[in-house]
């Protein structure tokens, strides 16, 4: 009866300890799983950096080609503003001459 007892003692214990076990296996299970799901966001988010740096490339790319042709176009903007202005003048200036000579006929 002793030894009865000591080996359903030991069954316990062993029962136990293979609960404790499989316990353990299923946290470091869920843990390997978390571990992965992390690996695979972290990998989405560098492809996504990837993504968003080609994008910004792109973007500065364009935003250059603007700026030069926003250049040019300011440059034959003062062309043009300056070729008005001295037509502007030489109109200003014949016009008393022609004032003068239409008081001069009257």
């Known amino acids: 009866m002793v030894a009865s007892l000591m080996l359903d003692n030991?069954?316990?214990r062993l029962d136990?300890?293979?609960?404790?076990?499989?316990a353990a296996a299923r946290r470091r299970i869920e843990a390997e799983r978390g571990r992965g799901n992390l690996e695979t966001e972290l990998a989405l988010m560098q492809d996504d950096r990837a993504r968003l740096a080609?994008?910004?490339?792109?973007?500065m790319a364009r935003l250059g080609h603007v700026e030069t042709a926003?250049?040019?176009v300011d440059q034959r903007l003062q062309r043009?503003?300056?070729?008005?202005?001295?037509?502007?003048?030489?109109?200003?200036?014949?016009?008393?001459?022609e004032e003068?000579?239409?008081?001069e006929t009257e």
Not at 16 to 22: D, H, T, W
Not at 54 to 59: F, I, N, P, R, S
Not at 80 to 97: M, S, Y
């Open 10 to 12: 030991a069954l316990a």
């Open 16 to 22: 136990g300890a293979l609960g404790q076990l499989e």
């Open 54 to 59: 080609a994008e910004l490339d792109g973007a």
């Open 70 to 72: 926003a250049a040019d």
């Open 80 to 97: 043009a503003l300056g070729v008005i202005g001295a037509v502007i003048d030489r109109v200003q200036e014949q016009q008393p001459v």
């Open 100 to 103: 003068e000579a239409a008081a």
